[in-house]
């Protein structure tokens, strides 16, 4: 927290009511606000911009066709940031005038009205207004139709077994909240015009199914630069994990788009979820650890085999053809050159991946206690798990849909944006419906806080 200057209730507030920027933006915000304050605000929008700068270069660089994407993505990155500059300034002024501390429930005495952390509760079902929906809907398992996958993914490797469970990706939960949410819910808090007019219902339909259409022409339009895009962030991001320590990143696990949602509580603040999600992940190695397959576990002892004899060769080869570990000579070929150093570096990442797949051999094989560990965390746990229904192997197979490794959500994702064009307009163009009907009967109006939902303030009907 910010002490003195940490942000009040009526600060975000008109902080949220009055910044039109994406819902992930503001969640965003709302964590470096409360970590640093101002400056570490305005620091978190530079640091933005320039990532966006450096990818840009990159693509530039790697694929040229599509440099001239780069300039107007950059002044859109720009016109982004000093809008938010601004209404940083706009947060700490108004910050200056009330003494409420969100993250501490401590009101002053001079403002009545706002005596209690009882406040907090309205302040989050602000500041969490569309993600309570979203989260609403995934319970209620609105999405679970949507979410199938197209049926070319079986083509894929591993493709299979995501077709038979449920995909979702961020692609669709950008296209939820735009198509849907955003149309519903104007950024001041209220029910569109739309909803509230004469036509009610029907308008506020025909406007959400022509943002789908819209949607899917975008992404039938720019689908591959967004993939470009896409994956050369991937790779700037990870190069350097990649690089010193592959087998922290390609064996790495996380939990994927759906899980996220399915682990939320209403009103749960970011960064108090991705702490909670932190200590999750801890308990769900510990119980994938007790989980020990014979075949994976030869193929790692005979591939760690492999890569140190491997290595052994390079180096003796090496020490006999240049005395050093500069270079060696391929055998069979008499001027074919190889450098040691780099064929080493090789080796020994993939070394260190096939060690990473081996168990520890003084773990303890406690599936139920690090699974109630785990569900501790997630706030995620079946009656059939708690009363031991389900045996572990097919708990085991539900957690990896839900705690993939990072490689397969990376190629979901890439999947989700090639076929978004098909998912926007044959999954959610048909329930575009039921989703209005559910936002409108789970929704209401509260004085003071605007269209929120009905599970979000805890007294269902």
Known sequence: PCGSSSPSYSSFLQYHNSVPMLHDDLDLFYDIWLQGGTTAAKVCICVNVGKVALMAGAVA??????????????????????????????????AQRVDIDLTRGRPQARWPDLVGSARVLPAAQVLSRRSNFRLAMTNAGLLDAISVPPPFIRWLPGGTRAYRGVMQSRTMDWAIDFCVLSALITPGGGLAREVRGRAGPTAALTLIRKRIVSASLLAIVAGPAF????????????????????????GARQWSPRARWLFRDFNELPHTFERRLARANVAANLYFDDFESPMVRTLAQFGSFAMGVAMALVVGLSLQ???????????????MHASSLYVLATLGALLSMFRSALPEEFSSKEPSEHLRRLASHTHHYPAAWRNGEVPHDAIRAELNQLYEVKPALFAYEIVAMLASPWLFYRRLLPAAPELLRFVLDYGEDVDGLGFVCRFASFRVG
């Open 61 to 94: 660089l790697v694929l040229p066709p599509l440099a001239f994407l780069g300039p107007p993505v950059l002044a859109l990155a720009t016109f982004w940031a000093m809008k938010s500059l601004r209404n940083v300034e706009l947060v700490a002024a108004s």
């Open 227 to 250: 993939v470009c895009y896409y994956t050369v962030a991937a790779l700037l991001r990870y190069a350097e994990r990649l690089r010193s320590s592959p087998s922290s990143l390609l």
């Open 321 to 335: 053809t240049s005395g050093s570990l500069d270079y060696f000579v391929v055998p069979g070929t008499d001027d």
